[in-house]
């Protein structure tokens, strides 16, 4: 294996990782745990820091002159990415509507 496809499965595996985080929180701010689902989102964010930071290592190498291949495996690990970053940004709306309507319930 390349360091091209290391790098490929490294975005993959952070961004999975980072869904997996963010869907997890959700799950325990439905359970109106939101300090421990404030930590699986900070976990989440992280994860995809991590994937971007490869993506832009990728991008900066195809920028100054090394041609990156455009492969299957490429299209998947940027799908990854985009999901995984569209998936926690949705869920972190999710949650703060869960505290929302946690907090209307408490006033009631």
Known sequence: MNNQEMDI????SAAGDSRGSAFEALRLARKGKFT???AKMQEAKEKSIDA???QTKLI?????GDKT???LL??????HLMTSILARDLIEE???MLKE???AAALQ
């Open 94 to 96: 999710m949650i703060g």
């Open 60 to 64: 900066t190498s195809e920028i100054n």
């Open 36 to 38: 421990e689902a404030e």
């Open 101 to 103: 309507q946690s907090t």
């Open 9 to 12: 499965f490294k975005i993959i």
């Open 52 to 54: 971007h930071d490869v």
């Open 69 to 71: 291949e455009t492969s």
């Open 74 to 79: 490429m299209v998947h690990a940027q799908d």
